[in-house]
């Protein structure tokens, strides 16, 4: 998989959305695996203005990256320099996305640096798609589409098929404005709600509270129903003592991460889905990973109480076995059943930071193997193998074991009919690491 582009467009604000703090500094921490041509403040519902001034904050992050950077090189290679990191952040529009001409699709809006710098990242000559993290309004993109089409329109095409756009719900009326007018042509993964402040009375039909909403209204148990939260998730990976414990006490980026006002993380799922780690497929949202699961669809206005136009990736269930020994249907499901393992990972590359010595916190494993006559010939140097089966990524119709001796055996389903079978290697030792590799079976 080649190392995927991406840009972030975040309403990150100190002592109010601190969970676009969080999410930054883990960012930070995957920027060798993922390669980031921009951050971009912005605004949204929330925050309104003062898009330059909060420029500042992603600097001040940036600067604590650079101080943990002679460690992070002792683990891992593919780190850039700080200074790489200053030169890409950006202020987008200062305005609130609230209809065309104001706060975006105006000249107006032309010399705008984020916006440049938005549209040369979605016109650069690379092959590769351009993932954008929506983790406040789509204001700033909404007018580098717009100026592209108004000025470039040869390119217009071209730019609408890079894009991959992934959006922590609609936090301005930016979003649904470019839903409606370049409809189908555009790739977005999002729960959509109303782009005002009173959007957020609906979050907890999204999937992506699944990273960590499990008590709070932002959960819910099956994503149709409105509960005070969810369960089955394990708690005690979002919680302030291990957050304290294995991420604030940890170098300087840590120092940063700040204890969450509402949830922890709200944003991270934009980018989790896009790091390489075997389980994750970027361009095929309908197989799951670290960011959920979606289906591509056109939802009915009842679902979200907006009307949407075209299809877009949105809203699938898991069914996964809880930390509380039962069965839990929902679209945070797809979130939730991964967080051992990326919290685990996240707190592996925060020791990272802490020490260049490299015993203090292995590597991910690395998975070698393949499918043979049925049976599942993996290894992974060191590590503790597991195998099952991800029914929701596929259409198998009948039922699937996997042996003591990696024998695969199915009975029942259909010739034509995908099973999706997931290979994990976990380290043996603290933070245990998670790798995967995924075989996909065409009956």
Known sequence: MKTPRYVVLTDILDGFEVDDIQSMIRLMLYSNEIDIEALISCTSCFVKGNVSGRVGLIHSIIDAYGETLPNLRAHASGW???????????AGIDEYGLMPSFGFASMKYKENTGVKALIECILREDSRPLYIGLWGGANTLAQAVWQIEKLMPDKLSTALGKLRIYGISDQDHASRWLRKKYGDRLFWIVSPSRGSWFGNYTYWKAAWPGISSDLVKHGSEDGVH??????????????????????????????LYPHPKYIVEGDTPSFLWIIPNGLNVPERPDYGGWGGRYEYYRPEKAQFGVTERHSIWTNASDT??????RMHTSPQATIWRWREAFQNDFAARMLWTSSPDPAIASCRPEIKGEIRDWRLNVCADGCELFFYPYPEAGSFTGKCQISHDKKIIISGGRSGETLHIIAEARTKSAPFLTSYRRFIITL
């Open 80 to 90: 850039r320099s700080a200074d790489y990191y200053h030169s890409i952040t950006y």
């Open 226 to 255: 409105k509960t005070l939260g969810f369960s089955g998730g394990r708690r005690d990976l979002v919680s302030n003592d291990w957050i304290d414990t294995n991420i604030r006490s940890k170098g300087a980026l840590g120092a």
């Open 320 to 325: 996964v076995l809880g930390s509380d020994g």
